[in-house]
């Protein structure tokens, strides 16, 4: 069975704190090291009152001090909202003292709204196309300095820090697959391009000094309870913020609710399955079906898990189910 890992956006609950999310996603953190997840990622998100990850470089060294192996990284950086040498600092700061467990996943999205973005950049002149640019840029900095060298990134240059490209379009899967790095899709919330992005990925893909072979991971909703009625409950939470933020009413995760899907509209319902198409939701049993089927689908070589639970106990033991589920798979294969 392929590698599991963990995407933790460091949810926010109703009735809840960042303070509180942060030290959530500490915890979380450990219990994923205990179980034998290999990664656990952070996102960036500005102006989203239920996510508390937005310095995400500052979250991950808060986890990665509390753990011992686990790999730890961003999943991602939206690199055009930062100049490329500061974020070479940042990771490989965290590289210097972590050696051989960061990564860094980087995206070309804005990861928030237009208001924040332009008070991130002060001008949004700095547009996605020059994300490639950008890219090459960030690479560079974390190659062995040489003598000379004019600018360099202190920490970052020559750190180890492992650079996944994101994507939710097929824009991503060729630029990984052009440079010879890993790629991620995200497929949690935005599966519309995924198989068409894993194709162009996988036939297009040229080996680098990064990496032999071509390596996909898709971002998958794992909620996982003891059953499938409490799965599909703790669900709703993630179904809840959805119909709030394409509303424009983005807030803290909700609490969840018994029959939340029978009360929408059929607009509504359709976004959500569109949108959340890529959810294993249920019991143990249930869970174990539906990752072996979305395994066998998409040929992925790695799954990282995500679950916007209100509870954090829940949450965790979403994660621990998932754990014992991945176990009895990789026996069976």
Known sequence: MIPISVLDLAPV?????????????????????????????????????????????????????????????????????????????QFGTLAALHPGRVDLGLGRAPGTDQVAARAMRRNLTADVDQFPQDVMELLAYFRPAIPGQALQAVPGAGEEVAVWILGSSTFGAQLAAHLGLPYAFASHFAPGQMMQAIQIYRERFRPSEY??????????????????????????????????LRSGRPGKLPRPVEGFEASLDLRARATLDHALACSVVGGPETVRHGIAEFVARTG??????????????????????????HAALDAVA
Request: proline fraction near 4%; aromatic fraction near 6%.
């Open 300 to 325: 992925a070589d790695e799954l990282m898990v995500t679950a916007q639970i209100h509870d954090h106990a829940a949450r965790v033991r979403s994660f621990e189910i998932l754990a014992e589920v």
């Open 13 to 89: 609950p109703e009735g809840s704190d960042t303070g509180q999310a942060l030290h959530n996603a500490l915890d979380l953190a450990r219990h994923a090291e205990a179980a034998g997840y290999r990664r656990y990622w952070m996102a960036e998100h500005h102006n989203m009152p239920g996510i508390a990850s937005a310095a995400t470089a500052v979250a991950l060294a808060h986890v990665a001090a509390g753990t011992r192996r686990i790999r730890i990284g961003a999943g991602g950086i939206m690199l055009p909202n930062h100049a490329p040498l500061l974020i070479a600092e």
């Open 211 to 244: 990496l032999a072979a071509p390596r996909v991971m898709l971002g998958l909703n794992v909620f996982a309870a003891e059953t499938d009625a409490e799965a599909r409950r703790l669900f709703s939470s993630l179904q809840q913020a959805f119909v709030n």
